[in-house]
Every structure is written in C-alpha cells, then in structure tokens.
C-alpha cells in the first residue's frame, strides 16, 4: 500500500528526488537525540506500539500460565509538519528551465527535527510520555554555577562519576540548551582550555546543543542501546496530501518514540 500517496501524485519523480533530498539533509542537519541514540527499527509503518524492557525482564509460569514481566508497551505516535508548493512557482520554474525553491520542504524539515528532539528530550504531558529531562528515576544534581569557575567540569564529572559507580560504561553524552552551550564557551584561567573543551574531554566530544526548549537544560546519559534508543516505525518520509486550489499540500511524517529502558543512564543537572 502506497501509504504516501506518491504513486498518483502529479509530482514529477525528479522533483519528488529534489523534496525528498531538501528534507533528509535539513532534518539531518537539526536533528539532535539521534546523533547519539542507537536506532531501533524501522519496524514499518503499521506498527503503533513497541515493548519497552527492563533489566528486570522475565518470564513467569505459574499454573500453566506464561507470562513476560518487566516489559511495557510505549505508543508510536506520528509526528508530522505539513508545506506546501504553489503551482504558480512550478510553472514558472519549469517555463524558465531554474530550480524550484525548496524553502518550505526545508522549513518544514527543520520543524520536524525540532519535534522528535522536542519528543525525545521533555516527552509529551498529551501522550503520557517522558523524555531525557524529566524521566522518573534519573539521577537529579544540583548544578553549580556554569557561567564562571569550574562549576560546570565538576557536575559533570560528578554524573561520570555516578554513572561508571553503577556499571553504566560506554558511550557518554551530554545535551545542554543554547544558553548553557555558549556560557561555557570560555577560557579557563591558567588551563589555556575553554571550559566547553575540558567538559567535552570527559565525554568523547559529544556535547550537543539542544534547540529551543527552555532555559538552563542540561543532561547526560550513557547512550548505550542496552540502556535507551529510538524506536522507529516509520522513519522520516514525504507524502502527497492533496492538490487544493491548484496548489500542491504535502506532508513530513514519521512515527518515532524514546525507548528508556534503564532511567538511572540518565543524570539531570537541575
């Protein structure tokens, strides 16, 4: 089943290429949680749930009866953006042989990033949903101050600490809001380092800033897939919506959701 509707759509395939390419580059480009998460799946685009399992997982029989334990069951849910291109522009970009201005795919794509990471980092209150920042069971610390001193180097050092006690080894990650991201942007005295280096020593480089989200956000996380990941059904794609007014409705979509299968991988620096 042609579940996109590009099949009939009267979009020609090299136009289709063009959209398809102006939105993965975008998306990739603004996507954040999936430049450290492992990815699970795609499981298809029918799937619209996926078992969450702890390190507690089993299977227990009583009286004939078998039953999995440590398991839940977490929604898919489809995240989607909508643009349009208006068939004034495609006549004319055709008539004078230039490209076709791909602003709103790419605008649209950037928005769609910003949701899963959205999704990925603070959950859904409509869904029911946690995210990094806010899953039950992280490990909180009370941050210093970041914006002078060694504050920073030591609260983070303090989360490699907790997580490495606990046997959670691996690949350390570490997402900070814009703000927190360019506060440390500064040199240490006597080191010849800016703090944001020396931090990101004690994590492999992987220090990310986040988009927009709210002020003063940071989290770290073993990144490891035995400890979280992102399930995927359907991964991001471009369907046809419809043709309205001669103009052209299309649609980013993709079903996605956090797998958090161990909360104490997280360290939350309030």
Sequence with gaps: MDYLAREGAPIAPALWEKID???IDNAKKHMVARRFLSLYGPLGPGASVVAVDSAAKDE??????????GRRLVELPQLY???SLLWRDLEEAQRMGYPVDLS??????QRAAKREDELILFGSQALGMEGLMNASGAFQIKRGDWRTGEDAYKDVAHGIAYLSSNSMLGRYALVLSPEVYLNL????????LLELDRIAKLVDGRVYPAGPYGAGKAVLVCAEPQYMDLAVGADLAVGYLEQKDLNHYFRIL???????????AVVVFE
Excluded at 60 to 69: M, P
Excluded at 104 to 109: F, S, V
């Design 104 to 109: 709103a795919p790419a605008a649209a794509a």
């Design 185 to 192: 942007q500064r040199l240490v005295p006597n080191v010849g």
């Design 254 to 264: 993709e079903t996605v959701a956090l797998r958090l299968k161990e909360p104490k």
């Design 21 to 23: 390419a102006a939105v």
């Design 60 to 69: 227990a029989l009583e009286n004939g009866v078998g039953r999995i334990t």
């Design 81 to 83: 953006e909508d643009f």
